[in-house]
């Protein structure tokens, strides 16, 4: 089955812990997406890349990185200078105009 | 500031048709209309969309006014399964609008109500 994964589903983490988030997709798009999305909101876009080696900051990039060294994958690290990490993460991929998502990771900081 | 305004919540009786409005009243020429639907802790999953005309596919059908300003997303017979909040965004097929980002507000909130 072709699609986009997201692990774990759900993540707690101590304060002051970095923390790593996993997307990978089987699904051949070159552009792939970080949304941050909290209680009764919209998606916030974290990160994005259009292309592997390459990454953008989307609006709330503050303490957040990303990599995307194959075009698989595309992982996320909650840093500590993230001040309010407790949300629902979700990674999206894009082919011309159309996105799929992933099915998200809640993370909970103790 | 927000591309859409959309009612926070609706109910609907099941087996009864669920329509949810959607303004976009600065859409641009280019800009399609998405609807996308999230049910409870997934991700988001495309519904339909459309430029003009109206559009129906086996899960929905879409009708977008004449001024392109509004649109309603129409679920013919709700099921106890299509409760989630349902997310309409404008967003460009052009080729510089290629890959970008989709911009997601806080939605409708459907209950379908036995």
């Known amino acids: 089955d072709g699609g986009i994964t997201q692990s774990p589903k759900y993540l707690f983490r101590k304060e002051g812990q970095n923390v790593t988030l996993s997307c990978e997709q089987n699904l051949n798009h070159d552009a792939m997406y970080w949304y941050r999305q909290d209680p009764g909101q919209g998606l916030r876009l974290i990160y994005y890349?259009?292309?592997?080696?390459?990454?953008q900051k989307g609006d709330i990039a503050e303490g957040y990185s990303v990599s995307r060294e194959k075009k698989e994958s595309f992982p996320l690290t909650v840093t500590s200078a993230q001040k309010n990490p407790t949300a629902f993460y979700l990674c999206a991929s894009t082919v011309r105009h159309e996105q799929f998502f992933g099915p998200g990771t809640r993370l909970t900081v103790l | 500031d927000a591309k859409t305004t959309q009612p926070p919540s609706m109910d609907c009786a099941e087996g009864r048709a669920a329509n949810l409005p959607c303004n976009h009243s600065?859409?641009?020429?280019?800009?399609?209309v998405y609807w996308y639907r999230q049910i409870h802790s997934q991700g988001p999953q495309y519904i339909i969309h459309?430029?003009?005309n109206n559009e129906t596919n086996e899960m929905a059908s879409l009708i977008i006014t004449e001024d392109r300003k509004s649109s309603t997303l129409i679920l013919p017979h709700a099921t106890l399964r299509d409760t989630a909040v349902y997310y309409c965004t404008p967003h460009s097929r052009s080729t510089e609008a290629y890959g970008q980002n989709f911009v997601f507000g806080p939605g409708t909130r459907l209950s379908v109500l036995p």
């Open positions: 600065t859409i641009s020429g280019n800009e399609y």
């Open positions: 459309g430029l003009k």
């Open positions: 890349s259009q292309i592997v080696n390459d990454f």
